[in-house]
């Protein structure tokens, strides 16, 4: 019922840029939370950012002043804008779509930052 579509995903050099984003469809509320975690081989999902249909933000301390969330409530579409990437930041990037009730997940999107 509820497909998210991620894009934007690829290999940088250690400094450039990148711009994800993920548009949600089906039968979506218009109260809802949108963002971003991301997944390293052999570690946990963490927290990147999130963005409320009320344009309210968070950020992981990791990303705070480089990555930039944003959404576009009448398309049901986030994005994030990453900013002096770090080869740390080399995952994969999740988008989430929380409303009340089940969370839905993308399907990932690979960042690779080379040094």
């Known amino acids: 019922q509820v497909q998210l579509e991620e894009s934007g995903g690829g290999l940088v050099q250690a400094g450039g840029s990148l711009r994800l984003s993920c548009a949600a469809s089906?039968?979506?509320?218009?109260?809802?939370?949108m963002g971003w975690y991301r997944q390293a081989p052999g570690k946990q999902r963490e927290l990147v950012a999130v963005?409320?249909?009320?344009?309210?933000?968070n950020y992981a301390d990791s990303v705070k002043g480089r990555f930039t969330i944003s959404r576009d409530n009448a398309k049901n579409t986030v994005y994030l804008q990453m900013n002096s990437l770090k080869p740390e930041d080399t995952a994969v990037y999740y988008c989430?779509?929380?409303?009340?009730?089940?969370?839905?997940w993308g399907q990932g999107t690979q960042v690779t930052v080379s040094s």
């Open positions: 963005i409320t249909s009320g344009d309210s933000t």
């Open positions: 989430l779509l929380k409303v009340f009730g089940p969370d839905y």
């Open positions: 089906g039968s979506i509320p218009s109260i809802n939370v």
